[in-house]
């Protein structure tokens, strides 16, 4: 990979100061990027400022509450007195933020405020920033969806459903826009540490079942996301319109299988018998070893 992938761009990147959000923020910094930071914990935002910034990267934070239409106002306005718009829009921003649990216990102040958190920034930081990449004639959107608005998600009906709305936006409005140059995409995520999960921090007992409930044998580091919204935002990617990228270390392709130290089940509830100790393990009946 080449150095300076994105030198000469300008990168906004929401909810910059999450776990992902921050390592997209270092790592467009080192390959050259203005890095714009929008997030609401002035906190956090300074610290990856503070990193891109030792990197002689040249950052801009915005705290605002990008689920209102003034935060995002106050985010693109500060975007265009520091670089005249943006070349690249990660919309990275997103969580469960209303109740957790049945449906029928959930309100509709709990639905909007899902609905503000995941899907309408998306549109609202989309329809700011997109006119300057038209005009430019190049530009890259990466919106963050999630592996929980493909597969179902119990408990969550109301956040995946924005999810895949997230999703379904990015593939129309990607053959819209594509011919100007701008090429929309998305990527969804799942057992990557980040805040939001405490960065996966399990008691031993549990955490060394990742092997269990993750193909590829261990959670994801945010830069490990990083890199793929790398690959979609920079001119790495000149091919892939309205797709989106599953970065979850196999677990939606595993389709509900799980591996145990002598075979795959479909049939979680026997990872309890999983042992790391081959001896007793034998000592399982053979349907559970």
């Not at 300074?46 to 209102?68: F, M, S, Y």
């Not at 990015?170 to 960065?199: E, I, W």
């Amino acid at each position: 990979m080449e150095a300076g992938l994105l030198r000469g761009k300008t990168a906004v990147i929401t909810g910059g100061a999450g776990g992902i959000g921050g390592a997209v923020c270092d790592l467009f910094a080192g390959e050259g990027a203005n890095i714009v930071i929008g997030d609401i914990d002035a906190g956090r935002a300074r610290e990856v400022a503070e990193r891109v910034r030792a990197k002689n990267g040249t950052a801009v934070v915005v705290v605002a509450d990008l689920t209102k239409k003034a935060g995002i106002a106050k985010l693109f306005n500060a975007t265009r007195r520091g670089f005249g718009g943006a070349d690249i829009l990660i919309n990275g921003l997103g969580k469960s933020a209303g109740r957790i649990g049945r449906f029928e216990d959930q309100t509709e102040a709990d639905w909007q405020a899902d609905y503000e958190m995941n899907l309408l920034h998306v549109f609202r930081a989309t329809h700011a920033f997109l006119p300057t990449m038209k005009e430019r004639g190049w530009g890259r959107i990466v919106n963050f969806s999630s592996v929980e608005g493909i597969r179902s998600a119990p408990s969550f009906a109301v956040y995946s459903c924005f999810k895949r709305a997230v999703d379904g936006f990015t593939k129309s409005l990607a053959v819209d826009v594509a011919r100007f140059g701008v090429l929309v995409n998305s990527v969804a995520v799942d057992k990557t540490k980040t805040y939001q999960v405490g960065f996966y921090a399990l008691p031993d007992e549990y955490a060394k079942l990742a092997n269990t409930w993750i193909p590829l044998g261990r959670y994801g580091e945010p830069i490990d996301v990083a890199k793929a919204v790398l690959f979609l935002a920079s001119d790495l990617n000149t091919w892939v319109v309205g797709h989106t990228l599953v970065t979850d270390g196999g677990t939606l392709a595993a389709g509900g299988w799980f591996r145990t130290p002598k075979r795959w089940t479909n049939q979680p509830l026997l990872t309890q018998y999983i042992e790391q100790d081959p001896e007793l393990n034998e000592k399982r009946p053979p349907m559970v070893q």
